[in-house]
């Protein structure tokens, strides 16, 4: 079964830079959209960013917009999202996710819109 693995997560310090990866076992990403959720310490998974494979459009949650970016490579096998001035409450497992369908302002933030997930990588944000 293909799956999403994310990497890139780690411990870094609040005001720095960290990039994480998503790729599908070297293949291309085949939806319509991707995605990037966290799930904080103590907290239900939530929207962080999504980008349109196909028309390139990109949407982002009030809390990281400014400071993250979600993009993806030309061959479309991987998927990046830059943090910058990272917070302590960026902390948290971080899942990357596919879309079969279309996104748009009003599903792009459903967990049901996605229907494959990564297992996760965590990032610790320190002071």
């Known amino acids: 079964q293909v799956q999403l693995v994310e990497s890139g997560g780690g411990q870094v310090q609040a005001g720095k830079s960290l990039t994480l990866s998503c790729t599908k076992s070297?293949?291309?990403?085949?939806?319509?959209?991707m995605a990037w959720f966290r799930r904080a310490p103590g907290k239900d998974r939530e929207f962080v960013a999504a980008?349109?494979?196909?028309?390139?459009?990109?949407y982002y949650s009030d809390s990281v917009k400014g400071r993250f970016t979600i993009s993806r490579d030309i061959a479309k096998t991987t998927l990046f999202l830059q943090r910058n001035r990272q917070k302590q409450e960026d902390t948290g497992v971080y899942y990357c996710?596919?879309?079969?369908?279309?996104?748009?302002?009003?599903?792009?933030?459903?967990?049901?819109?996605?229907?494959?997930w990564g297992q996760g990588t965590s990032v610790t944000v320190t002071s």
């Open positions: 996710a596919e879309s079969e369908g279309e996104i748009n302002r009003m599903n792009v933030r459903r967990t049901e819109q996605y229907e494959s």
């Open positions: 070297g293949r291309a990403f085949s939806g319509f959209a």
């Open positions: 980008l349109s494979m196909m028309g390139g459009s990109s």
